[in-house]
């Protein structure tokens, strides 16, 4: 896994959770009286101790001044908090869940929230945070949460939305100081976590050892290419074997890629659960590999975490393809589960992806660009940083063009076909309720494709609603009459 990735966001299931605010009346949360500008002794100490990476002795210490005031919400989040960062859900959950009874609030919300997360219930999780914000009360650890969220269903531009919101409500909060660096360019990062770690934060050890090798990383990359990985050969698309890897002579354990490093072929095994690129040591000495930093990485067997580094790659080969510069995470082990390493699928994002097993076959082949897209550079997914990394983290925002403000569908069986569904006549500048985050069209297809539903404001109208659209099916190929277009439905 890589390091920014562990650093940032917990993994998640990936699921459909469309949570917004709705029009009618929002969900009650009690709100307490305005806390006093200066805590009690006890809680000033316990939130120090938790601040400092203390969890134990801040748990201890929470646990104190609820003995003493049962309706405490600050002591109850800190301790729910306290017990989540010590890995001791259950005991957080029951706590929580106390908090509720005896000092319902906003917070105490918000940390509910978390723990649904901690426990997978992700559309349980977003809409305590969605609720605590449409309470009227702009938590920031609210809209961190709704980031992991949207960063688990893959829609990043709305993650930065959220964590520049978290970060404006809680500029100090340690949590949402780590995610909202994902916005910042390469060598304001390493500022940047020259700072935190110079401090003492709300870490355990573990994570304050990933920052710490994230850091040598970011330095070791700006030593190297401006370029990032990305591709040198002619060819934009390939077609190549997938191996056979057998546990016996008689039973398939997966299937590999041929994949040459500098000089040295190498066989890894596809993974559609991994990320990035993972080879053993013996592959990163035979193909020269040069190290740029250390790093630890988990999920492999049931040993715990594993010691390696992160290593630069001048040449990586993939079928036709050809890609410089990319970074790979080397195990300190002569093998990876006993092959020469690992590739996961997301390695060829910026691809078209066909995993033919009928054949086996892996097909690479570009992407349609997005309407405002003259060019499209094509790089393995092998570091989190577009471009290297020390780019204007705005210009990946997509801008307005031709098919602004609409929802397509797009054939993927090659023959570049595009149909128009409709226009959303949604306007979003953040400024109002009624303009922000929550008024985003959203739009979700049903599972059998006949139906997509969408969130519109109707260009500023001053509420928004729920629209849905009915899908006529598309024609077939050998039809010459154009697509139909879809008529409302409700």
Known sequence: MSILRLLLFLAAPLLSSFAQVSTAEPVKIAAQPPAANVLSQETAEAHALYQSGKFEAAAEKYRQ???????????YVGLTRSLLKDKKADEALATIDRAIQNADSPAVHVALGEVEFREGSITGAEQEW??????????????????????????????????????????????????WMSTLTRSERIKYLEDYLSRANADDEDTRAHMGHYLEYLKARLLEPKRGCHLVSKATSTETPMINLLTDPRHLRGYGLEVVLGDQKSKLLLDTGAGGILISRRMAEKAGLKQ????????????GEAKGYVALAPSIKVGGLEFQDCPVEVIDRRSVVDEDGLIGADVFEK???????????????????????????????SEDEPNGGDHDPSATQI??????????????DGSERIRRICHTRCVIDDKTETTGYWATPKPTISRDGRFIAFTSNWEKSGRYDLFIVKIDPAPRLNQAQSAPSPSPAG
């Open 351 to 381: 691809f078209l992806v066909e995993l033919d097993f009928a054949h086996q076959k892996l097909r690479l082949s570009e992407l349609p660009k997005r309407p405002e897209q003259s060019t499209q550079e094509l790089s393995l997914n």
């Open 130 to 179: 969605v609720n605590v914000i449409n309470s009227g009360h702009p938590e920031g650890r609210a809209f961190l949460g709704i980031a992991r969220v949207s960063t688990a269903l893959s829609l990043h531009k709305r993650a930065r939305t959220m964590l520049e919101k978290a970060h404006a409500a809680a500029p100090d909060d340690a949590d949402i100081r780590k995610a």
């Open 65 to 75: 001044v609820l003995a003493a005031d049962t309706k405490n919400a600050e002591a």
């Open 292 to 303: 740029l930093s250390q790093t630890t990485m988990g999920g492999l067997g049931d040993k």
């Open 399 to 412: 801008g307005s063009g031709i098919y602004d403000d609409e929802i397509l569908q797009v054939s993927l």
